[in-house]
């Protein structure tokens, strides 16, 4: 069991610039999420899904769009990438909470990234 | 909305001391509370969870939890600081009524055992 991966693990971007990351689970979960680390703000919910084909805002959607198309699969992309976007992100995957009320999350390694 | 608040940036504490990291919730209905542990250049691990139940709770690496309703705090705990304890900690919190799972998250604690 590989868990929750991400790909790629390190990325530099100039401003304007677009990419995608990729979050891959193997642990059949419903549910996964897209979130942002910054220095003394704790993770930031940027995206989640809650099945296949779903997606919905977090708490700080704008300048990120994202897609499953795969249950196992959540990609987030940034068309034009902006300095205020260098961060570590984490995708993390978990059980439907409607089945399995006390689930917790399991994380990625995380993707640092950084727009110059 | 939930939310939780960690009101120490930075705990030490000497190796082989007790170890207590802070964290305080709020929800509108009955919480779900965890504490997840980031070792540097890592992925959020999971420590443990309250749910219901007893007040206390235990989890990995000798951790555990106490639950206060009437203080809205859910302090992390060990015994005996090792310096492999040395990280970041993520106190979080879920509203019982949410069905997306969606966790606020405090700024995180950074723990330091002093050998």
């Known amino acids: 069991n590989a868990g929750v991966t991400q790909t790629p693990k390190f990325r530099v971007l100039k401003t304007g610039q677009s990419m995608t990351l990729l979050c891959a689970q193997d642990m059949n979960h419903e549910y996964m999420y897209w979130y942002r680390q910054d220095p003394g703000m704790g993770l930031r919910l940027i995206h989640y899904?809650?099945?296949?084909?779903?997606?919905a805002k977090g708490e700080v959607p704008d300048g990120y769009n994202v897609s499953r198309l795969k249950k196992q699969n959540f990609l987030l992309g940034l068309e034009s990438a902006a300095p205020s976007q260098t961060s570590v992100y984490f995708c993390?995957?978990?059980?439907?909470?409607?089945?399995?009320?006390?689930?917790?999350?399991?994380f990625g390694p995380g993707t640092r990234l950084t727009v110059l | 909305a939930q939310s939780v608040a960690q009101p120490e940036d930075q705990v030490n504490v000497a190796e082989g001391n007790p170890l207590t990291v802070k964290c305080t919730y709020s929800?509108?209905?009955?919480?779900?509370l965890f504490w997840y542990v980031q070792y540097p250049n890592r992925g959020l691990q999971f420590l443990l969870k309250y749910i219901t139940g007893d007040n206390l709770v235990k989890g990995s690496y000798g951790f555990e939890a106490e639950f206060n309703k009437s203080q809205t705090s859910f302090h992390l705990k060990k015994p005996s600081a090792l310096v492999s304890d040395s990280a970041l900690y993520f106190c979080?919190?879920?509203?019982?009524?949410?069905?997306?799972?969606?966790?606020?998250f405090g700024k995180g604690n950074q723990v330091v055992v002093i050998p």
């Open positions: 979080a919190v879920r509203d019982q009524g949410y069905g997306n799972n969606r966790l606020a």
């Open positions: 899904s809650v099945g296949e084909g779903t997606t």
């Open positions: 929800v509108s209905g009955n919480p779900y």
């Open positions: 993390a995957s978990s059980k439907d909470p409607l089945l399995h009320s006390y689930n917790e999350q399991f």
